[in-house]
């Protein structure tokens, strides 16, 4: 078993090198070792219905349809005109309202790259036009986009939630907390470097102009509160809110903001389509990659390498804090998750660690993956919107990326952050 897990691993690192789609080398690794066992093309297939036979997979194009209507609906622009008018005058207060509005369409969005796209093209031009330097305008955005897959609603939590069985409404919930200490985190930066970088605060708009920039931003709140209201309200399941969520997307961002041409919507549902059959697609490689590696006795002698290690509950997160970083210079977020947490339980349940908080360890290792070369896709997104070079973004993304780094480590440390809130609301998970 040995030789063919190190013999695997060499294959899935040589093939990511010379540029091979992740699901072709997840998928084709996972067939021939599967084969190799004896199985055929024919329960291989059926391996692959049985992991995507779920309701609760539904949610995902729907989440990333909805994104869509999101990105190019006028959301955005409503959000960042009511951020800019309550903060945008003070001192700090661009790019303390670019922060703002960023954290507020992650929780309309869930996706980490669909909310660097659209604030990428908003905030980074009015930052360099109040006199910011450019790599703090790019860097700020980047690293500020990785909000998307920790505040709720968050397409990783939901692939999480389906391969450790934990139920997604309680990891929207263990989400929000760490996506606001995170938020707190990238303020205290923007404070400490604002005023080195020369930009000058906003005018105040008066308090007509607050009023009416809030009350154009209420129909692109609606997202959220459709999505988290119907969930913990026990009126929708989360495949059920997803596609509220696209419906009214869709409504606002066509009817309320009148941003969304009615020829635009093929393309937005043929892109939606597209990016969910890569993420399916990855799911089901890594899916089978993992299935294997669980048939072949991998995840029983890990634990018990673990427990004979007398590791303690932090040890060991931390331990796997560094093996997160490490994979996510190579592979992208949905990856990790699949062919990680199926031998990473059996020892979080050996150790008593909650499934709940290793969710947000990991999307938050998954977050830090994304400004991380050479996959950091944020870091290359938002080099394109910006028509710069990706050392830029990078180094202004910097300082960012280790107060990231010190929240990761406090959420390790002090579970409550990660399970106080579920606690409270759905009560302790038995």
């Not at 969910?276 to 634990?303: E, Q, Y």
């Not at 929240?407 to 579970?415: E, S």
Request: proline share 5%; charged share 10%.
């Amino acid at each position: 078993m040995a030789f063919e897990v190190i013999l695997g691993s060499a294959a899935l690192l040589g093939l990511l090198a010379l540029g091979v789609p992740i699901y072709v080398v997840l998928a084709g690794i996972a067939i021939i070792l599967l084969m190799a066992e004896g199985g055929s093309i024919g329960g291989v297939a059926q391996d692959v219905l049985d992991h995507m036979n779920s309701a609760t997979m539904m949610a995902i194009p729907f989440f990333v349809i909805a994104a869509g209507f999101i990105q190019g609906g006028g959301i955005a622009r409503s959000l960042i005109n009511m951020a800019s008018s309550w903060i945008g005058r003070f001192p700090s207060g661009i790019p303390m309202a670019a922060l703002l509005a960023t954290g507020l369409f992650a929780a309309i969005n869930g996706s980490s790259v669909a909310t660097v796209l659209a604030m990428g093209t908003l905030v980074v031009p009015e930052m360099l036009e109040r006199g910011y330097k450019r790599p703090f305008a790019l860097g700020l955005t980047a690293a500020a986009g990785t909000l998307g897959i920790l505040i709720p609603p968050s397409m990783p939590l939901v692939v999480y939630g389906l391969v450790a069985e934990v139920s997604v409404p309680r990891l929207f919930l263990a989400g929000l907390m760490p996506g606001l200490l995170q938020m707190a985190c990238f303020a205290v930066v923007i404070l400490l470097m604002a005023r080195r970088q020369g930009g000058t605060a906003g005018k105040f708009v008066g308090w007509r102009g607050v009023a009416k920039a809030n009350v154009d931003a209420l129909p692109a709140l609606a997202v959220p509160l459709v999505v988290l209201g119907g969930i913990y309200g026990g009126f929708v399941t989360v495949t059920e809110a997803a596609a509220l969520s696209a419906a009214v997307a869709l409504v606002v961002s066509m009817f309320v903001y009148k941003a969304m041409p009615a020829v635009a919507i093929p393309r937005v549902l043929v892109d939606g389509i597209s990016r969910t059959a890569a993420i399916l697609l990855i799911i089901a490689g890594a899916d089978l990659l993992s299935d294997w590696l669980t048939r072949a006795g991998l995840a029983t002698h890990l634990a018990s390498l673990v427990t004979q290690a007398d590791l303690s509950q932090t040890q060991f997160l931390l331990v796997m804090a560094g093996v997160l970083l490490v994979l996510g210079t190579v592979l992208e977020g949905y990856s990790i998750i699949l062919l990680t947490l199926p031998l990473t339980l059996p020892i979080l349940d050996a150790l008593g660690i909650d499934r709940v908080h290793y969710a947000i360890i990991m999307v938050i290792g998954i977050e830090l993956a994304m400004l991380t070369p050479p996959v950091g896709l944020n870091l290359f997104v938002m080099a394109e919107v910006a028509k710069a070079p990706v050392a830029e973004v990078q180094r202004g993304m910097m300082p960012f990326f280790i107060a990231m780094l010190l929240m990761w480590v406090a959420v390790i440390f002090v579970p409550d952050i990660s399970t106080w809130l579920p606690d409270l609301v759905l009560g302790v998970a038995r």
